[in-house]
């Protein structure tokens, strides 16, 4: 295992060649998970929390400024931890600012400034504490992303997308499990370990057109399938990738479970966002896929069976009858009206970040018509600056010559664009999984990213090369 001793990384400081072969042969200094470091097994124990812990749904006998679910002490630790490394010998690398961060600062300064705007309206209407504590879980989500950047090393950050592939399929067989039996691991067992966790009050019931309630370890059927669909492209180009039988199995293995655990849910969501993602896979790399197209059938047979009849059930959802006739459809199309008033009297900002209350007036399941009440136009394009800022990392990535960051690259792009088209047909913002997740993944992009050129720099390489430089 190759040690990385990052005091020769540090310009202008020099250290005794002893203590350099002490450093560079120490534990600590190793890779994850063969480290003693905190850091990066807290960032790990955070993903494990996301996707086997309904966190969401634990309620800790304790009082905090915001409300108190597992989450929020978790990463209080994590954050703590990056602290205290950032003034160590090992800590965290020096903070350097990126296009996803400064997405995110621009995002939350348009959330501050639609609170502003409206804050006579809010403070009249005793409506300014929900705002308040979203605009402050919403910097916890930056800085998450900012943790994670920071802190990671690009050889950890291959490990720990391994890592996230097991935990997914692990999500995925629990699911599974709760849609053939009706019980839910997570929930039952969470219950045992830790006291205040609460399954939803429509667990195992079904809805209006028949589907049965299937969470998983998260509060929303929805959840959970992004969940699943969100990690399913590293997984696709991990079997594309390797050559390695046993890799193979795993990958193959992994990418079913992770299919049939969405389509398990029995949401349409969990068909258009996968095909989204697998569109874009096959853009980036189409011999790859078309190569290994034979073994979509050996998986499809392995859905079907792990999941009997739910993507039947997704397809039959999808029917041009059927897709415009259910009633969850009608419902979605009923919200633009019912926004309208909102929308014509704040285009710009909103009536304030998060302050259109869903439970009071009507559950959008929309991000985009969310954020256009709350936020405005403007506030919209904040929140697809993030994801484009994210997109473009990892495009940068899929375009590289190193084979680890053209192998992460295109899976990258897939989940951003599987989560930007996610947005348009749920609320992922009040599905706390989702944003966590979506940041680990722009901070993995981030990472990959460093040092490649830019798109603005290759093009002005190329205008070199052609000998228009001059």
Known sequence: MATFPPVAARPGLRVPAALQAKLGASKGLADWPRTTRLLPWSVAGFLAMIFLFPFDSTDLPISLPLDATLDRPVLGIVVAIWIISASSLVGVRRLSMGPVHYAFGIFIAIAVLSVLFNFQTLFALHQLS?????????????????????????????????????????????????????????YSWGEKILPGVTPPADLGTYDSIGRKTIVGPTIHPLAAAMM????????????????????????????????????????????????????????????????RAP???????????????????????????????????????????????????HPFFGRGYDS????????????????????????????????????????????????????????????FVGFTIGSALLDVLSLPQLPYLFCFLAAFATIHAKGLPSARTEWRETLVEHGHGD
């Open 228 to 291: 699943l669909t969100l990690v399913l492209p590293f997984a696709v180009m991990g079997l594309l990738r390797t050559e390695d039988r046993r890799a193979k199995v795993f990958y193959a293995v992994a990418a079913a479970l992770m299919i049939g655990g969405a389509a398990a849910t029995q949401r349409k969501t969990a068909f258009v966002v996968p095909v989204v993602c697998i569109l874009v896979l096959f853009a980036y790399r189409p011999r790859m896929l078309i190569k």
């Open 356 to 415: 259109y209350d869903q439970k009071r007036y009507r559950i959008l399941d929309n991000q985009y018509l969310t954020l256009v009440v709350n936020v405005g136009f403007i506030g919209i394009l904040g929140y697809l600056g993030i994801m484009l800022s994210a997109f473009l990392l990892a495009h940068r990535c899929a375009r590289s010559y190193d084979p680890d960051r053209a192998w992460f690259g295109p899976a990258a792009a897939a989940a």
């Open 130 to 186: 929900v705002p308040i504590k979203k605009i402050a879980l919403l910097l916890s989500y930056a800085l998450l992303f900012t943790v994670a950047s920071s802190s990671l090393r690009v050889t950890e950050v291959r490990r720990l997308i391994t890592f996230m592939i097991v935990l997914a399929t692990i999500t995925a067989i629990g699911v599974i499990v709760e849609y053939r039996t009706g019980f839910n691991a997570f």
């Open 295 to 345: 073994l979509g059938a050996v998986l499809a047979v392995a859905i079907a069976v792990a999941a009997p009849g739910a993507l039947a059930g997704i397809v039959d959802q999808l029917r041009p009858g059927q897709v415009t006739g259910v009633a969850t459809t009608q419902d979605r199309v009923t919200d633009y009206d019912a926004i309208r008033p909102d929308v014509v009297e």
